[in-house]
């Protein structure tokens, strides 16, 4: 497939995301029966000629952890796919042309780093979710943060969940079979399940007061329109009264008017 072809093929969704807004790229990806991920830092930086190598932040890097492990050929077709695609995105969004593109020569390899391995057929998807998690905690929110914290200590940050950390670790050197353990990734299952039980708790909660809103909310336009029905009907009662009113005093009165007529003739001579 040609670099074109398959950036159509994710082109409507690359173009949503903006990608070269973004510092940080995750990408999982699935081969029949597998997941792994990979990562770029910095992906405007990774495929241009400019970059501007912000002191901020990770540099410019393709990461790809693969818990099956990956061999030098599989590392290089997955990271050229990716460098083929953002190129196509970068020239498809008008940012520069193709003589500000670095040359296939000068683009990144991808750094070559191998995650601790999965020990079963069954638990990539938690070594994916947890190396994604991990990279974030590890890597990218050290980077991010300012350091000299008179609190933690000279040259040290605090990270949520991880204590002190000395400034940000070189992922090339600090990614390796003991990143983590078997039972850290794993543990992603409980937390993913924890997740979901929360979210469909808290959407049939939300679902379920919605129905009684709308409920209490029929509930008053029956209220509303049975006291409308018993004025209309009260209006109707009393029009009713005053028609049989009306016609009763009618009624006498011709009476009435009879009575004197035939009073009249019979006195006439």
């Given at each position: 497939m040609t670099p074109d072809a398959r950036f159509e093929e994710v082109k409507k969704w690359l173009r949503k995301a903006q990608v070269f807004e973004k510092n940080y790229l995750f990408f999982p990806i699935h081969s029949p029966g597998h997941w792994s991920v990979v990562i770029a830092c910095q992906p405007a930086d990774i495929i241009t000629k400019n970059r501007s190598l912000s002191t901020i932040g990770l540099q410019p890097g393709i990461y790809y952890l693969n818990p099956l492990g990956a061999s030098p050929s599989e590392r290089h077709k997955v990271v050229s796919i990716l460098v083929d695609v953002l190129k196509c995105a970068w020239l498809d969004e008008a940012r520069s042309t193709q003589e500000e593109l670095l040359p296939s020569s000068q683009l990144l390899k991808g750094q070559t780093v191998q995650g601790p391995y999965q020990i079963d057929t069954k638990s990539c998807g938690p070594y994916l979710?947890?190396?994604t998690r991990r990279f974030s905690i590890d890597f990218i929110i050290p980077a991010h943060t300012a350091i000299g914290d008179q609190d933690a200590g000279e040259g040290t940050i605090e990270v949520e969940g991880r204590g002190n950390l000395k400034t940000c670790p070189n992922?090339?050197?600090a990614i390796t079979q003991t990143w983590f353990t078997h039972s850290?990734?794993?543990n992603e299952r409980h937390i993913l399940g924890a997740a979901i039980r929360n979210f469909s708790e808290t959407q049939s909660s939300a679902a379920a007061s919605e129905k009684n809103s709308e409920k209490q909310a029929n509930s008053e336009l029956h209220s509303d329109?049975?006291?409308q029905?018993?004025?209309v009907k009260t209006s109707r009662d009393k029009l009713e009264r005053l028609?049989?009113?009306?016609?009763e005093s009618l009624g006498r009165f011709l009476n009435t008017q009879n009575c004197r007529t035939a009073t009249q003739a019979q006195v006439t001579p």
């Open positions: 979710l947890h190396a992922p090339e050197t850290d990734a794993v329109t049975d006291c029905e018993d004025e028609r049989c009113q009306v016609f």
